[in-house]
């Protein structure tokens, strides 16, 4: 797939103002975008699928804050 993935906001402070920024892919790292908003520069990474033999009942509960 050579197609860029587009981000609909930014990761760190949630504007919308985002555009390509120049530079090549990293093999299996995506393509760099940056937020016009403040004026950082990310990428966005597809990790992979998740296991669909657990359900939400099957999964292990997290342990709440003071709680151990």
Do not use: I
């Not at 990293?26 to 990428?43: I, M, N, Q």
Request: with cysteine.
């Amino acid at each position: 797939m050579s197609e860029r993935a587009a981000p609909h906001y930014c990761p760190y402070c949630g504007d919308e103002d985002l555009v390509p920024e120049e530079g090549a892919a990293v093999k299996g790292e995506g393509y760099p975008w940056a937020c016009l908003s403040c004026a950082r520069v990310f990428r966005v990474k597809y990790v992979g699928l998740r296991s669909a033999s657990f359900s939400a009942a099957d999964a292990p509960s997290r342990p709440t804050e003071g709680n151990s």
